[in-house]
């Protein structure tokens, strides 16, 4: 029998306690802004200004409504990772657009601000596949 | 007895059985001692991102099952399940085993390899890449070197690398999955290659539709190594994919019972119907729309 997934709260500690680091080491220059191959996808910011993009990451880090840059930001981050090297205080960009996405999603328990992929079959279609291509020893010893 | 490692192939590589038995079977001939473990019951809990408690639970279970498996490595096959141990579940729950990737674990013996790619495999490949996820494992430079290892092979040089980590998330933005269809396939005809070879079974899933369209051939690296190898596990996942619409008269009845056919027209079917972006409809070739 599969066991339950058991959220015990730590994985949201460190996503918290990465937040404040964030927070803290930010300093809202905008380079990892200028550095993504992405931002030219999102139409909120055509002609933005990279630092109240990243002003608006950071709010959304708080806790307050994104502004529409940021929440553009965040939907089409991909996780390219262009912005780690262009940040030159070290604060890992992806990481911070990363837990921005999961805020705006209510993935942290605050309202819900951009669209999230929900597949409710995600799983049972896997396990579909799985049926088809692997023997029942394999599903039961793999699995 | 070799060493005693996981291969964390994933959830979604369960759509590509040939790739997930080819590389059990590498490690295997490497000397390893392969215990295989993935599907929702390992999650990494990574597209999770809209819940985070979904995700904490998720990661919990799968490093506890790793850690009562009591294997010193374990050896993913997925970059979003290495990216998520390494940013999120490790950070989170302590684990008690090294995180390792499987491009990284070939090429540490890429030695002992060599000596198992006996079959020339006569191809000129362009290797389909993304400029995320080398900040963890330099596959980008990588897997070239493995794929050379191969008689016969030739792999051009290339600079292009699409936006993100692979193409899962690039298809979740219309417009940069379009363009980057365009840009591989552009390449590969400047470079006269017979064939895209993809890393991750991400990208092969999205592109091997460019092969049931009849645009170019398209491989994941490890199919090329497994044929290198004469392993002979049918790619049934691009047969499905060139059967389209009728990709059920393929799978078949008796196992298409095991998954239920409302369930497969409703879930599955889609995906195998659905053509790459990027494609004109009536040429196969690409299409004319702005590259940017």
Redesign the interface.
């Known amino acids: 029998m599969?066991?339950?997934?058991?959220?015990?709260?730590?994985?949201?500690?460190?996503?918290h306690r990465e937040t404040e680091r964030i927070l803290g080491a930010c300093t809202r220059c905008g380079k990892c802004v200028e550095a993504c191959?992405?931002a030219?996808?999102s139409a909120p910011l055509a002609g933005a200004e990279p630092q109240a993009v990243a002003t608006g990451i950071l709010s959304l880090l708080k806790g307050e409504p994104g502004t529409l840059q940021a929440l553009g930001w965040a939907a089409?981050c991909?996780?390219?990772?262009?912005c780690?090297p262009a940040c030159p205080e070290n604060v890992n960009p992806m990481?911070m657009v990363?837990i921005a996405?999961?805020v705006a999603?209510?993935?942290?328990g605050g309202p819900?601000q951009i669209a999230?992929?929900?597949d409710r079959?995600?799983?049972?279609?896997?396990?579909?596949?799985?049926?088809?291509?692997?023997t029942e020893e394999?599903?039961r010893?793999?699995? | 007895m070799g060493e005693r490692i996981t291969f964390w192939y994933g959830c979604n590589v369960l759509r590509h059985g040939d790739i997930i038995h080819s590389c059990v079977d590498i490690l295997r001939r490497l000397g390893f001692d392969v215990q295989p473990a993935g599907g929702p019951d390992y999650c990494c809990g990574s597209s999770k991102d809209a819940n985070q408690t979904a995700a904490d639970g998720m990661a919990h279970r799968t490093v506890t099952k790793f850690n009562h498996l009591q294997r010193e490595r374990v050896v993913a096959w997925c970059p979003s399940c290495h990216s998520h141990m390494t940013d999120f579940m490790g950070q989170a729950y302590p684990a008690d085993f090294a995180l390792d990737y499987f491009v990284d674990l070939l090429y540490e013996h890429r030695d002992a390899l060599a000596a198992l790619l006996t079959h020339p495999v006569p191809l000129r490949v362009l290797l389909h890449k993304h400029v995320g996820f080398n900040d963890k494992v330099k596959v980008n430079a990588k897997a070239p070197a493995l794929l050379r290892l191969i008689p016969g092979i030739e792999v051009v040089e290339d600079d292009y690398a699409a936006p993100g980590y692979m193409c899962a998330q690039l298809a979740s933005v219309p417009a940069a999955m379009a363009d980057m269809v365009r840009n591989t396939l552009r390449l590969a005809d400047a470079h006269r290659a017979d064939a895209v070879v993809t890393l991750f079974h991400q990208c092969y899933r999205e592109l091997c539709g460019l092969e049931a369209a009849g645009a170019t051939q398209v491989f994941n690296y490890v199919q090329l190594l497994a044929r290198s190898m004469g392993l002979a596990y049918p790619d049934e996942y691009k047969e499905w994919k060139k059967s389209g619409p009728h990709a059920a008269a393929t799978i078949g009845d008796a196992r298409l019972a095991q998954v239920g056919v409302q369930f497969f027209e409703r879930a599955m079917l889609p995906e195998l119907v659905k053509r790459p972006p990027g494609l004109d409809a009536k040429s196969n070739q690409p299409s004319t729309g702005e590259t940017k």
């Open positions: 599969a066991e339950q997934a058991r959220a015990t709260g730590a994985l949201k500690a460190f996503i191959p992405m030219r996808y089409v991909i996780r390219s990772g262009s780690v990481m990363r996405r999961m999603s209510g993935g942290l819900q999230g992929r929900v079959d995600f799983f049972e279609r896997v396990r579909g596949f799985a049926k088809l291509q692997l394999e599903i010893n793999w699995m």
